[in-house]
């Protein structure tokens, strides 16, 4: 009897909402617990009836259906089954709940259904909430461990499209699977450091971060997100990070579009003539010129690059100059846009000036991004004044060189100041956030007080006004170091009412084959081996390192995915999963460089790669350079790691003199 009282006991009060079915017809509740009764707001008389079902009023009309299904499949047989539907409790609220039935049959005959309700309403409006963001504010959403390189754990369906990851095909690299395996292949190279130690202080000190950065996207395109990480710990109890990103990409390029424009005013107080040559859709357009009439048919009107140059050459460049700028032009072609930091390419040539006159010009191509860069030229003034302007102008060449390597370029009229265009780094050189130098950038603002916040006294800016050149140092938040800043004037004597553009760049390395760690050394006599200074490269990957081999062997030449497959995979024919299995190698590769700061060694271009040679030192280019402090550098073994070396072995091998 004790048993029986504590059983009834459990069931009144300890199991959430039972009740018991009578399965027979018509179908009916033949038991509610006090539990049950406190949960929907019902009493005993009001839910009990051996005539009627008094339980299915109370389901929500919209669920109906559903739960007729339930009950037919329960009074099918002996069995467990669940369902989720809405009640309308007596009080009219609404109640999500789970029910989970046990029918068995009875002893006399027919079935009874024991049945248990969970009360679920939270764990749906939770669900609803997330729903009616995801409906309404395209959120990205992901989830990833607190580990030194986090894997993602969820990644809902709008942070899928923002990312662009490709259907998967069979055969075919699995992107979403590879990005899961490591967050930081989402972020950009040069951001990485950046997200990296906003996870630790939002691990560190418990408290979110909001802020702008930049995603990769699988396409290879980026995009610019605004988003929060805050640490949580998930149901198993773990720690994990969480983020919500909203695509502002548009919003951004937007904004470095009126940037541009400004800092396209600082240009044209420089040049005569301004074209944009679009290297990805290959095209080219007039943005600006002291001539309107003379461009009018590409002035702002994209042409075709190569047919519009032609045109403009033949026009107006003299006849004697024409194969010479023609075949400048031809190397940019091929090019493309020269790399960061490498002497932007100019040329100085005749041209018929507005007056119908030859003139002397002087054209330079400024790399704005790795798509675009614009050609600018201007007549080289004659005589007098052709000295003084010709320093200027190559003080401004020089400086506009680094667009996109971190500068400032801000306007200054008798005492005050306007800022045009500042980069992150920059901003932080004047002591002022990016969002505080957006709002300087629509104003008129005193020297005195624009430098107040800077490390800069008053007295150095107004010395770089007077001699127009100067160098500042300022600590780097992004590299953790001391850096040095130049500042050139472009004009140093004062005008009345006259504008001067004041630009400031990042004084960087001279040499372009040093990464952060130093040179990048590869060693291809006896084992393959890479070194970024004085460290050597640890390879992940085997196929990767071979990959790398390859290239190195090939001497600057570009390797196919087929021929690069013919070596790394002998055995094997040329198909979709030798190809998708070569895209992953290749991707990898990419990262290991990325990784060690010397992504720039390596090109590609529509799928072929190649070594860049000026940027490394190795020891088969020393030998075979012919310098006689390398003569005696070969032994007899290259690459030993790889059977296909031996081709390059032999040649190498009949060069010896016993």
Known sequence: MKNTFEMEKILERGVSGFHIYALADPVHLCYVSRNFCALT????????????DLYQPLVHPGDQAVYESFIRQAASGAQTCRCEYRLIK??????????????????????SGFSVLADIT????????????????????IKYTCEKQPKVTYINKQMMELLRFPAVREGELDYLELYKSNIFLMIPMEERRRFALYLNRVYTAGAPIAGEIALQRCDGTRAQIFGWVTKCVNAAGEEEFQSVCIDVTERFRARRADETQRYLRALTDVYDKIFEYDFSGKTVSCLYSNQPSMFKWIENIPMQMEEATERWITETVAAGDRERVRAFFQTIFRDKPYQTGAKPPQITYRAQASSGEPRVYSGIFLKMNDAVCLYCCRCVPESGEASILRSEIENMQELLMRFTDGIAAFEVRDQMVTPLYASDNVCEFFGVTREEWLPLMKKETPIREFVARSDVAYEDFAELLRTGETEFSYYDLNRGAERRIKAICSRKET??????????????EADPAKAEGGVVTIRTFGYFDVFVGEKPIAFRNKKSKELFALLVDRRGGYVSSEEAIGFLWEEEPVNSVTLARYRKVALRLKNILEEYGISDVMETVDGKRRIVMEKVRCDLYDYLSGKEEYAQSFKGSYLTNYSWGETTLAELTGDIIY
């Open 122 to 141: 939270s764990i749906k409006s939770e669900n609803d909430n997330l729903r009616f963001l995801n409906e309404t504010i395209p959120c990205g959403f």
């Open 495 to 508: 005008q009345a009412g006259a504008p001067r553009y004041v630009m400031l760049y990042n004084v960087e």
């Open 41 to 52: 707001g019902y009493s005993e008389e009001e839910l009990l009836s051996e005539s009627a």
């Open 90 to 111: 007596k009080d009219g609220s609404i109640l999500y709940v789970s029910d989970t039935m046990v029918t068995e049959e009875q002893p006399g005959g027919g079935l």
